[in-house]
């Protein structure tokens, strides 16, 4: 089944523990994206990527990285979480031509206490 | 810079009415296409509709249509015969061609009422 996979679903952490979400997709996709949902905001993109070893800044980047060694692969790492980084997260994925769009994973709820 | 809006927080609807949900986005290229997306209460981000920007064709997938005005940069989306299953976060979203960001609106709550 062609699909967006991420893990974990939940986690609480404490804040200053780097932890990193894991990102697979396994239709052979070139474009990978992260975004976070947080209530009346909407889903905003953090860091996205268009190939392996090719990775770019979204809007809100600040306080995460991301790296793409593998093209089926983009983790999210949080080095020192903090509090206002409690969200829902979303990977996602995209195969070129723009009419595609992006297809999604099911999803991180992440709570930094 | 790219911006989507869509002024509608919250509506309903009863069953088997129809409803429209508004969009309205902002951009200076012209190689793009939009997109609607479902989030029921599982959190699932299911794609709905999608428009390409060039099409002057409203785009239809059921009981989902969309009513696209290029000109005036309207994307709203018409659902009919609503069903209790539509009851999701509705949000409309934006895709540019120089480098594949997708840009989300801020969304709209749908209630569907028995």
């Known amino acids: 089944e062609a699909q967006v996979t991420q893990n974990p679903r939940y986690l609480i952490t404490v804040t200053g523990k780097k932890l990193t979400v894991t990102c697979s997709q396994n239709?052979?996709?070139?474009?990978m994206s992260w975004y976070r949902q947080d209530p009346g905001l909407g889903l905003r993109q953090i860091y996205y990527?268009?190939?392996?070893?090719?990775?770019d800044k979204g809007d809100v980047p600040e306080g995460y990285k991301v790296s793409r060694k593998e093209k089926r692969n983009f983790p999210l790492i949080l080095e020192s979480p903090s509090p206002n980084q409690t969200s829902l997260y979303f990977c996602?994925?995209?195969?070129?031509?723009?009419?595609?769009?992006?297809?999604f994973g099911s999803g991180t709820r992440l709570t930094v206490v | 810079a790219q911006t989507v809006t869509q002024s509608q927080p919250e509506m309903s609807v009863q069953e088997a009415e129809t409803v429209t949900l508004s969009c309205t986005y902002d951009?200076?290229?012209?190689?793009?296409?939009l997109f609607w997306y479902k989030q029921p209460p599982s959190r699932q981000m299911i794609l709905v509709i999608r428009?390409?920007?060039?099409?002057?064709q409203n785009a239809t997938e059921n009981r989902f249509s969309v009513n696209f005005q290029k000109a005036a940069k309207s994307f709203s989306l018409k659902i009919s015969d609503s069903q209790l299953g539509d009851t999701a976060m509705y949000f409309c979203?934006?895709?540019?061609?120089?480098?594949?960001?997708?840009?989300f609106g801020k969304g709209t709550l749908l209630t569907v009422n028995p």
């Open positions: 996602a994925s995209s195969r070129q031509g723009l009419n595609y769009g992006y297809t």
């Open positions: 239709m052979n996709h070139e474009y």
């Open positions: 990527s268009m190939n392996v070893e090719v990775t």
């Open positions: 951009t200076s290229e012209n190689n793009y296409y």
């Open positions: 428009q390409e920007a060039y099409k002057q």
């Open positions: 979203a934006f895709i540019r061609g120089s480098n594949y960001k997708l840009t």
